[in-house]
């Protein structure tokens, strides 16, 4: 009857985690500056806290060869790369962190915390103006559909002063001017009216760092209700 009865650490395991019925995948968006990678980070540890075990995912990956393209050629001479070819670039991003991180941690059932996913492709290429945002999605259409968005929303001169902020200098790339963010900001307010797959929050992100880890994990806890187990 070897392996009937659970060895101390599952039943340890069993009581001080919350199993969720099936991985449950999140994902935030925003304009460059609206303070996503800081609100993943401290809604992770927000939710950890609660005891949910979590995993957190960055496109475009430091750790893919796309995703290394993505950062020494498109955010370095974006004019040199053709609009198809960043598409490209980052659909075959997507694939790989689909299989290497997301799917993966979904099978564990853990929380899945996206930093960005093909929302942002249908965004920013997109705003690049030889695609539609509806075309860019109709390409994506391989990628998982997660289970909730949230849109982090903020005008764009803020966004703008956050980077500044953060960067301590005017940053010249153009993946961050302020004309080019406008689009994908109007982009980001057509696409939540569509249907992208998963339900949207429109969060307004332009207030305090600790207000909206508040506001974040309050919309989260409870659409994991959901996926309760007990
Ligand atoms: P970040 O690492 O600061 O989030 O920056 C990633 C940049 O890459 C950001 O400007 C948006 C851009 N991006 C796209 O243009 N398309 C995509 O599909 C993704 C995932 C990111």
Redesign the pocket.
């Known amino acids: 009857m070897e392996g009937a009865v659970p060895n101390i650490y599952t039943v340890m395991r069993r009581f001080s985690v919350k199993e969720l019925s099936r991985g449950v995948m999140i994902v935030f968006e925003g304009i460059?500056g609206s303070g996503?990678?800081t609100q993943i980070l401290k809604v992770a540890e927000s939710l950890k806290e609660h005891s949910y075990e979590v995993t957190v995912t960055?496109?475009?990956n430091h750790n893919s060869k796309w995703g290394q393209l993505?950062q020494n050629k498109?955010?370095r001479h974006r004019e040199e790369v053709t609009p198809e070819t960043?598409l490209e670039w980052?659909l075959k991003?997507?694939k790989w962190d689909l299989e290497t991180n997301i799917l993966p941690a979904l099978e564990k059932n853990h929380i899945v915390l996206v930093?960005?996913?093909?929302l942002?492709?249908a965004?920013?290429?997109g705003a690049l103006k030889t695609f539609t945002p509806e075309y860019v999605l109709q390409r994506n259409s391989f990628a998982q559909k997660p289970d909730l968005w949230i849109i982090l929303d903020v005008p764009v001169p803020l966004g703008q002063k956050r980077l500044r902020i953060r960067d301590k200098k005017d940053t010249k790339d153009q993946?961050?001017k302020a004309e080019y963010q406008e689009e994908v900001r109007q982009n980001y307010l057509k696409l939540a009216k569509m249907d992208i797959g998963g339900k949207i929050e429109w969060v307004d992100a332009s207030g305090t760092e600790k207000e909206l880890t508040e506001t974040l994990t309050t919309i989260i806890l409870k659409f994991l209700r959901d996926f309760q187990t007990h």
């Open positions: 460059d996503k990678t960055h496109e475009p993505i498109v955010k960043e980052y991003d997507r930093d960005r996913y093909y942002s492709s965004a920013y290429q993946l961050e």
